[in-house]
Each structure stands twice: as structure tokens, then as C-alpha cells.
Nanobody
Framework: QVQLVESGGGLVQPGGSLRLSCAAS????????MGWYRQAPGKERELVAS???????NYGDSVKGRFTISRVNAKIAVSMEMNSLKPEDTAVYYC??????????WGQGTQVTVSS
């Protein structure tokens, strides 16, 4: 069993910044890819950012240049810095991890609200 623990969501004003963190624990020693999706009310879940075991990043078009995902050294964990936040970034953000065998696990989600 694998657990993902997310932290860092909250309320921020437009133009502000937040950092999300996600750490995996349990029966996992490495991964293929790890990152974040988000889902806003009435919308489909969309990729925000991901990073491979080798360090290759991938970003959704709407966050390129504003969000940065990085691995936490020596841990199965990622951190995502979100800058220049916009009201349209408001969503529940879900951490995910794909293990070496191709199975994926998801976190419970953390709310990010961008509002004045």
C-alpha cells in the first residue's frame, strides 16, 4: 500500500504564491512519474505538472512559466512552487504517483483558492 500526503493548499490573493508538497510512503521505493492534477468545479481533471524519475518536467499549458515542480532529494516527494496565481487556478489539487510497475496512486486532494 502506498500513501500520498499533500500539504500547502490554502487561500491566496491574485498574483500571490503558494507551495504544494507531496510525499509518498509505504510500499514504494521509486517511481516513473510523480506530480499534480487539478479539478475545478464543473471541469475535467487536468494535468498541472509532473516530473519523471530522471528529472524531466512536464507542465500544463495554462501554468507554464508560473509553476515549477521539483523533486525533494533522497525522498519520494515533490514540491511545486506556484507563482502569479490567478482566480482560474482555483481548484482541488491532487498529487499522483506512478510506480515502476505502472500502477498509480492518488492523494486526497488539497484546496487552492485564489481570490481577493
Amino acid at each position: 500500500q502506498v500513501q500520498l500526503v499533500e500539504s500547502g493548499g490554502g487561500l491566496v490573493q491574485p498574483g500571490g504564491s503558494l507551495r504544494l508538497s507531496c510525499a509518498a510512503s509505504g510500499s514504494i521505493s521509486s517511481f516513473n512519474v510523480m506530480g499534480w492534477y487539478r479539478q475545478a468545479p464543473g471541469k475535467e481533471r487536468e494535468l498541472v505538472a509532473s516530473i519523471t524519475r530522471g528529472g524531466r518536467n512536464n507542465y500544463g499549458d495554462s501554468v507554464k512559466g508560473r509553476f515549477t515542480i521539483s523533486r525533494v532529494n533522497a525522498k519520494i516527494a515533490v514540491s511545486m512552487e506556484m507563482n502569479s496565481l490567478k482566480p482560474e487556478d482555483t481548484a482541488v489539487y491532487y498529487c499522483f504517483i506512478e510506480g515502476l510497475g505502472g500502477r498509480d496512486w492518488w492523494g486526497q486532494g488539497t484546496q487552492v483558492t485564489v481570490s481577493s
